[in-house]
């Protein structure tokens, strides 16, 4: 089997692992997803031959077995993210034990699965390390690593875990880090993509308010003055990381008016804390998150305003995508031959 190598993406969500892969030439043949939202984004921006809808327990893979080369997905993270409940395995969206039937039905000759870091925390460690063994039973060779978002060219602090599997004796190189420190370019910044006064996309209603009893850190980026969880944004810097949950007060927002230098050092020196809404604050709209995420800016997201949030924040940055997918087909070689794993 000779480049391109099709492709499946198993939970293709609004398509930011897509565009990744994409990107590095790997053609998306089949896609699935269970949100109807997420898979009205997905049609709109991808060309994918196949698109798999509903509750991915209910699809049957066997049939991609002599068609499918890679296999790729970001399996629903909420079991193991540290935001979450923690539920792990007795959470019923944990997706990894159908992405490891996924590719055992499939036997590709390379997999690709991205995910939060907590599943590496040392609770949840003896589980990603099943997941590694029955991955490398299954005749792989396995590697895991979490890479930092903003070392490949996102202007977003976000790290994610990626687990890679290569067959037929083939090693997987990571990608070398593209921007950041020890690179020949700074990490990009929030405000390289979005700014105080342009308003991208449909406003957000949704205001900042002060903390009763606020948290005062050295870096008043890094303290917690305001209600919410929503951080504001320092656009001389990569944004914090965007969430899945945003839309009301956990969405990220801009200092409009400039307040938030003078009120920092007010508390510091012993001012009393504030009440009430934030005078020029506001809330990044969907549009600018996605572009935080480096979505294409002509990327449009369907359904209501919340659920637009969602996908955007449970995508893989598509530029963090490339890099792992251009560095697996690099491991792949540019001619191979598919070998049963």
């Given amino acids: 089997m000779t480049l391109p190598l099709p492709t499946l993406d198993a939970f293709a969500g609004a398509g930011g692992l897509s565009l990744g892969l994409q990107a590095a030439g790997l053609p998306v043949n089949v896609a699935a997803d269970s949100s109807a939202d997420a898979l009205q ?3 709109r921006h991808h060309d994918a031959a196949e698109i798999l809808e509903g509750d991915i327990a209910d699809h049957d893979f066997k049939r991609y077995k002599d068609d499918i080369a890679i296999v790729a997905g970001g399996p629903p993270c909420q079991p193991w993210s540290t935001g979450g409940k923690q539920l792990g395995q007795a959470d019923g969206r944990d997706g990894l034990a159908h992405f490891i039937r996924i590719v055992d039905q499939i036997r590709p000759m390379a997999f690709l699965m991205e995910n939060v870091p907590g599943l590496a925390a040392p609770g949840n460690l003896e589980y990603l390390n099943t997941l590694i063994r029955d991955l490398t039973e299954l005749g792989y060779q396995v590697d895991q690593r979490i890479l930092d978002a903003t070392a490949y060219g ?3 602090r976000r790290r994610r875990l990626f687990v890679v599997g290569t067959a037929a004796g083939r090693e997987f190189t990571w990608p070398e880090a593209t921007t950041g420190p ?7 910044t929030a405000g390289e993509v979005i700014s105080t006064n342009a308003i991208l996309g449909e406003p957000n209603p949704s205001k900042v308010t002060y903390a009763k009893n606020p948290v005062i850190r050295p870096n008043p980026f890094a303290g917690l003055l305001f209600n919410g969880g929503g951080r504001p944004v320092n656009l001389a810097a990569p944004a914090p990381t965007v969430l899945a949950s945003a839309g009301g007060n956990r969405t990220l ?3 409009s008016d400039g307040i938030l230098a003078d009120y920092h050092q007010c508390l510091r020196a012993g001012g009393a804390p504030r009440s009430g809404i934030v005078p020029g604050a506001r809330r990044l709209t969907a549009a600018e998150v996605a572009l935080l995420q480096t979505f294409p800016a002509d990327l449009t997201f369907a359904g209501s305003r919340g659920s637009q949030y969602v996908q955007i924040g449970n995508a893989v940055p598509p530029d963090l995508a490339a890099a792992m997918a251009r560095a697996l087909v690099r491991s792949l070689g540019e001619e191979t031959t598919r070998a049963a794993a």
């Fill in 41 to 43: 984004t997905y049609v």
């Fill in 182 to 188: 020890h690179t020949a370019r700074a990490a990009r």
């Fill in 253 to 255: 927002w801009i200092d």
């Fill in 154 to 156: 996102v202007p977003q």
